[in-house]
């Protein structure tokens, strides 16, 4: 399971990758740097930067606000399927109980 990063880490991250992205060569590269400074993996550096471009509209994609959504929405229909799956079996169950030919 992957560590948890403290929210003011990679708020700094960002913020220094949206300052300072047009002094690098290319944002892989200022995302190397922000990284190193910051002790952190460069790769996650450069996802929060172009998730960040998502939510202030420079991106085309889903904001951080609809991927949270579509996450617990989903968390949602699994339980739901689970509590169908769970009703299902026990009508199938109760069903054999009262047939009176006794299968």
């Given at each position: ?23 690098y ?10 990284a ?32 949270a ?33 006794g299968?």
């Amino acid at each position: 399971m992957p560590k948890r990063i403290d929210p003011k880490v990679k708020e700094r991250c960002v913020q220094q990758m949206l300052d300072h992205v047009s002094e690098y060569p290319s944002p892989t590269a200022a995302a190397e740097a922000v990284a190193k400074r910051n002790g952190v993996g460069a790769e996650t550096v450069r996802r929060w930067y172009l998730q960040a471009q998502v939510d202030r509209g420079q991106r085309h994609g889903a904001a951080s606000e609809e991927l949270a959504e579509i996450k617990e929405l989903k968390a949602r229909v699994r339980r739901l399927e689970e509590d169908n799956d769970i009703l299902r079996r026990a009508s199938i169950f109760f069903a054999g109980e009262l047939d009176p030919h006794g299968r």
